[in-house]
């Protein structure tokens, strides 16, 4: 089955990003966007073109044609974005994580591709690919994650490879993989003592950095019926992968990868990938 659709999660409230304070010298400007505009939308070069743009061009490169971006229901700044800026060779589609009922806030990860798979029910019985808009994944992970034969799969990263800071990857939630590189547990908030029992057959603790490939028929009524979590009260897109991988043993491939990811949780990763880009 062709898989040529990437889903771009770009919902949420951007909490942390606003609520962060700069330690480093970041302008007037980009302090404003990182407090009013939705992460995806952050200028990160030294022309102000967003992080969106960067990811998109990547995807391109990896063989995606067509690209639904989820977004808020009152979120108008993605549409307007590309109403000035168009991508040749990217059918761009549109998909609204409208507020559950009694919520004041979006209901999560899973929620948000539930409500894209309805909204567009041709996703329910095909291949597609599902990433964050804040992560700017590199073309050659997105071309392994399109080009997978597995029907549900995800990049598995190697923690050693990513250039956070201790602090920061200490929060991942780590991954626990069989034999054969299949999906088998997620933990959060893990202890030293876990990592050893973590490690996967070649003595690697990986993550997940949201870089996925479902299938639709296979993962729907995951996500329909994925539980909100108790601590965040989300519906969380891990939740839904982790349920599938109990029911369906090796269903869940992990596709290892050596590299880093950069993205934009906090003001400071503004600096830091204007950096990296203005040094290509």
Do not use: W
Not at 69 to 84: A, R, T
Not at 88 to 113: C, H, M, R, W
Request: hydrophobic share 40%.
């Amino acid at each position: 089955m062709i898989n040529d659709s990437l889903i771009i999660l770009a919902a949420g409230l951007s909490s942390r990003m606003k609520k962060s304070v700069s330690s480093k010298n970041l302008s007037k400007r980009s302090i404003e966007q990182a407090n009013s505009r939705d992460k995806g939308l952050i200028g990160i070069d030294k022309n102000g073109r967003p992080l969106i743009h960067y990811l998109l061009i990547n995807a391109k490169i990896a063989g995606f044609k067509v690209i639904y971006l989820v977004i808020g229901q009152n979120s108008d700044s993605f549409k307007s974005y590309f109403d000035e800026n168009k991508y040749d060779g990217l059918d761009i589609e549109f998909a609204v994580q409208y507020l559950e009922k009694n919520k004041l806030k979006p209901s999560g990860t899973a929620d948000a591709l539930f409500q894209a798979i309805t909204q567009f029910p041709i996703l329910k019985s095909s291949n597609f690919c599902v990433c964050n808009s804040d992560n700017l994944y590199s073309a050659k992970a997105l071309r392994s994650i399109r080009s997978t034969s597995f029907s549900n799969a995800f990049i598995s990263y190697d923690k050693s490879f990513l250039n956070f800071s201790s602090e920061k990857v200490s929060s991942f939630s780590i991954l626990k993989l069989n034999e054969n590189g299949y999906l088998v547990n997620i933990l959060e908030k893990p202890t030293a003592k876990d990592f050893d029992l973590f490690k996967d057959s070649g003595g690697k603790i990986r993550v997940s950095m949201n870089l996925f490939k479902f299938n639709g028929s296979v993962f729907y009524d995951y996500l329909k019926n994925c539980p909100f979590d108790v601590l965040r009260n989300e519906k969380e897109l891990p939740t839904a992968v982790l349920n599938l991988a109990k029911d369906q043993p090796s269903s869940v491939y992990g596709i290892p990868f050596e590299e880093h990811v950069p993205d934009l949780t906090s003001k400071d990763d503004i600096i830091v990938l204007n950096k990296l880009l203005n040094q290509k």
